[in-house]
């Protein structure tokens, strides 16, 4: 049996597993089966907490579908507030994902973490003009929309995921702009499909809307699960919003529906 915790940040949900003292590994089939929302305990994703020397503690995200995500900035929010409850990490200091090393600050029980965009929003007419391309940490097309709660977004998804524009598949992410606001809905790849709310994306989002429509740091972006916050500070991005602890239990790895 092993100890995990599910915590669900804006609508995103993670698993999380403590490999502090011991290694935990997992096999792909296993990943799949622990996210499954009928036989698992049902997430969009997979987090283990280790130990690292040169930084507060090490991330390892894994999707849905079992693959190795470089990023994930609600599951990073996630991890924090998990590694701050068992007393590994501070209220400030750094981690180290795939994609490199971010800060993370704690402010009255808030977490927010940077986001690594070593890449500038590019033009991209795929679908359609005016959309934008840009790597935060994991690649994302934004895509501007007249009314985001019309359009069908897991076959649009699907379809730019596959496209030959984009040979290591993308996230997608249709935008609206509103008065106060950027409304969004995000497709992620590896969960291949909506997902409630997306750090990255918000990151991808902003970045669009700052540079696009002229929109002053910080920038507030609804999603179908929650409000995120990303603001630019210092040359850095900052992602702000909601992560909370659902439950924690054991599991027994090796009774998992593994298909």
Not at 41 to 48: E, K, P, T
Request: glycine share 10%.
């Amino acid at each position: 049996m092993i100890q995990f915790h599910k915590y669900v940040a804006a609508g995103n949900d993670f698993i999380l597993f403590n490999g502090w003292h011991e290694n935990v590994e997992l096999s792909r089939e296993q990943i799949i089966a622990l996210c499954d929302r009928r036989f698992g305990i049902g997430a969009d994703g997979v987090l283990v907490l280790s130990p690292e020397k040169s930084a507060d503690f090490r991330m390892q995200y894994f999707n849905a579908d079992g693959s190795r995500g470089e990023m994930c900035g609600n599951g990073a929010r996630s991890l924090v507030k998990f590694a701050a409850s068992i007393h590994k990490v501070g209220m400030s200091g750094t981690f180290i994902a795939d994609d490199g090393c971010h800060g993370y600050n704690i402010n009255n029980g808030q977490v927010e973490v940077e986001i690594l965009v070593n890449d500038s929003l590019h033009p991209w007419d795929i679908p359609k003009v005016s959309c934008g391309f840009i790597d935060t940490g994991v690649p994302h097309l934004i895509i501007p929309v007249e009314n985001v709660a019309a359009e069908s977004l897991d076959p649009l998804g699907e379809a730019m995921n596959n496209h030959s524009a984009h040979p290591h598949g993308t996230n997608v992410n249709i935008i609206e702009r509103a008065p106060q606001t950027i409304l969004i809905r995000t497709w992620e790849r590896g969960v291949n499909m909506e997902t409630l709310a997306c750090g990255t994306g918000a990151t991808a989002a902003a970045i669009y809307g700052h540079e696009t429509w002229g929109l002053p740091w910080p920038v507030s972006l609804s999603f179908k699960g929650g409000d995120l916050n990303i603001d630019f500070r210092r040359n850095q991005y900052w992602l702000t919003g909601p992560t909370e602890l659902v439950f924690k239990g054991h599991i027994a790895l090796s009774k998992l529906y593994c298909k």
